[in-house]
C-alpha cells in the first residue's frame, strides 16, 4: 500500500514541474520546469508575448515593454525569485529563466515567504533558451507563446505503469488482506466458546484424596497442585488450573493441552486411554 501510494504521489509531483513553452507561428514545443514557488500554471496554459527586457538578467525593474508580456530573461547577478519579483513589478504576466551556459535541469527554489508573487514562473536549459533567444531576434514583433503545464509520464506510459506496477500490487493486497480475514475467522473457530468452558466441571484439589495415576501438577503452567486449588475437569478427564485452562482454550485452542482433543466435541462420558489403563 505504501508503494502505490509513493507512486501516485511521485506521478502527482512530476505532473506539477514540468511545463513548456510552445510557440505559435513555428508551432514548436521547448521544455521547462516550473519553479517551486509562485502559482502554478493552469491547465488551459497562459498566452503572451515572450520578450527579453532592457535588463537581461531581471536584476532591475524596467518600464512595460508590451500588454501581457513574458519576460525571457538569464540566469545569473541575482537569485530566481528577486528575477521574478522584478519582472511581476514590470508588469509582466510570467517569467522564463533560462540558462544560457549549462545544459543541466534546474528547479528554481526561494527561502522564506513568497506569498507575494502571484506570476508563474519556469526555467529552461541552454538548447531551448538559445533557440528561443534566436527566434526573438528573427521575427518582426513580439513571439506569441503558450505556456503550458505537461505531464512528465505520458499517458501510454502511465497505462504500463499501472498495468505492470499498480495493478499487480493491488492485487497482492487484496490477497493479503484475504488471507488476514481468513486466518482470523480461523483462529476464532480454533476458540472455545467462554459459555461452553463455564459449564465444564470443577473441583477442589485434596492431595489425601488423590487417586493412583492421577495428576499431580498443571500441565500448561508446570505448578504442582496445593490443596485447595480450584481445578478444571475436562471432558476428556484432563484436570488442570482454572486461570490456566480456561485462557488455553479461549484464547489459544479448544483442544485439551494433553490429549489435542476438541473439548466441545467429546462427550464427557468419553476418557482418554492414559486413564483407562
Known sequence: MKLIAWLLLLTLYLGLVKA????????????????????????????????????????????????????LVRRGQCSFITKVRNM????????????????????????????????????????EYRSLIRLTK???????????PEDFITWPLFDVL?????????MMSFIYLSWK???????????APVDVVMKLTMKIFSREKIRENEAEECAICLEDYADGDELRVLPCK???????????????????????RDITCISTSEVTPLLDA
Open 20 to 71: 513548456s513553452v510552445h510557440v505559435i507561428s513555428t508551432n514548436e514545443t521547448y521544455a521547462g520546469r516550473t519553479a517551486a514557488f509562485g502559482p502554478r500554471l493552469l491547465e488551459n496554459g497562459k498566452f503572451g508575448y515572450l520578450i527579453e527586457p532592457q535588463d537581461p538578467f531581471a536584476c532591475n525593474v524596467v518600464e512595460p515593454v508590451y500588454d501581457n508580456w513574458i519576460a
Open 88 to 127: 511581476q513589478k514590470s508588469g509582466a504576466i510570467a517569467v522564463v529563466v533560462g540558462d544560457p551556459d549549462h545544459s543541466s535541469w534546474v528547479t528554481m527554489y526561494a527561502p522564506g515567504d513568497t506569498t507575494d508573487v502571484l506570476i508563474p514562473s519556469m526555467f529552461l536549459t541552454r538548447r
Open 138 to 148: 528573427l521575427v518582426d514583433g513580439p513571439l506569441m507563446v503558450l505556456m503550458q
Open 162 to 170: 499501472i498495468i505492470v506496477i499498480i495493478s499487480p500490487c493491488i
Open 181 to 191: 480475514i481468513r486466518q482470523r475467522q480461523k483462529h476464532k473457530q480454533d476458540l
Open 238 to 260: 484432563h484436570d488442570f488450573h482454572v486461570s490456566c485452562v480456561d485462557a488455553w482454550l479461549t484464547t489459544q485452542k479448544k483442544f485439551c493441552p494433553i490429549c489435542k
